[in-house]
Nanobody
């Protein structure tokens, strides 16, 4: 069983940056594809980034491409989400997730159903 704990959320002004961290324990972190999702009330959880188990492939939706960067450290069992040029519409609860499934194409990991393990979430609020 994998446990995921996110940190780094907070309240910032538009244009600012935040870095989220997610530490994994209880499993073999290095074999999991990792994703970051976000959710606002009344909306479905949406992918904001995914990274392959080796860290050599990443995926971003158009809404965050060029502003967000996902990375991982398999020694520290940690995945990061660097968020730059934040906008009020980025306000959400951000979740990290781990998938034990293997697909060569990261686009398969855009669906939250592909992930078996989830953190508790961290709130990001961007004021205008």
């Amino acid at each position: 069983q994998v446990q995921l704990v996110e940190s780094g959320g907070g309240l910032v002004q538009a244009g600012a940056s935040l870095r989220l961290s997610c530490v994994a324990s209880g499993g073999t972190f290095a074999v999991y594809t990792m994703g970051w999702f976000r959710q606002t009330p009344g909306k479905e959880r949406e992918i904001v980034a995914a990274i392959s188990w080796r860290g050599d492939d990443t995926y971003y939706p158009d809404s965050v491409k060029g502003r967000f960067t996902i990375s991982r450290d398999n020694v520290k069992n940690t995945v990061y989400l660097q968020m730059n040029s934040l906008k009020p519409e980025d306000t959400a609860v951000y979740y990290c997730a781990a998938s034990p499934r293997y697909y060569s194409d990261l686009s398969y990991y855009t669906e939250f159903g592909q992930y078996d393990y989830w953190g508790q979430g961290t709130q990001v609020t961007v004021s205008s």
